[in-house]
């Protein structure tokens, strides 16, 4: 509970914690919608420079359910956070080394981010949606589906403006795959630059 009052929250077991998320979702789009305008308006000193925008990339190690592939990849993201500890995440991932008959899969996804700072530290969780394109083997077909994703991690404040992502799990759905539902497992390691 202490960890929820640190960003300004209430708990999520309380009566009505689904409209509490509905409503935090919707004013990080707002925010990212209308900060550039937001910027000449009066603010409070404690609420000075609050949306940091940042990008990193990552190396990943993924299972995908189909045939037990172990595949290795690369990710971009970019995040859009608030000092009141929520934010957005856009995020691309390319599975694309370790390939058996050509199998191969991207997904490109965005969605909501939480995260705490304890000093050095950034633990956050992240909750996205979009589509993944799979590579069937030997090329004989191709499909587009939707993911759904759910994962954490952990930055380490390294430097003024660089932090390292010491770790990145994520579970991704694909519900409406070919052949029944889909699933991949991951971690992921690299590095975040804060731009402001």
Request: overall charge positive; aromatic content about 16%; hydrophobic content about 40%.
């Amino acid at each position: 509970m202490r960890l929820m009052r640190k960003c300004g929250k209430s708990g999520m077991g309380e009566p009505g914690a689904n409209r509490w998320f509905a409503r935090l979702v919707g004013g990080a789009v707002a925010l990212l919608l209308f900060a550039p305008a937001a910027q000449a308006q009066v603010t409070w000193a404690g609420d000075m420079g609050g949306l940091q925008l940042s990008a990193g990339a990552m190396a990943s190690g993924y299972t995908l359910e189909y045939g037990q592939r172990k595949m290795l990849g690369y990710s971009a993201f970019v995040d859009a956070d608030t000092k009141r500890c929520v934010g957005l995440e856009a995020e691309g991932r390319w599975l694309e080394y370790h390939q058996r008959a050509n199998v191969h899969a991207e997904s490109y996804s965005i969605g909501a981010r939480y995260h705490l700072d304890f000093g050095r530290w950034q633990p956050y969780a992240k909750a996205l949606v979009g589509f993944g394109d799979f590579n069937f083997p030997y090329n004989y077909a191709q499909g587009r589906y939707f993911t759904a994703t759910a994962g954490g991690g952990l930055d380490y404040h390294w430097r003024r403006r660089v932090y390292i992502r010491a770790v990145d799990f994520e579970y991704q759905d694909w519900p409406q795959f070919t052949y029944g539902a889909m699933n991949s497992v991951g971690v992921s390691v690299g590095l975040r630059v804060r731009f402001y």
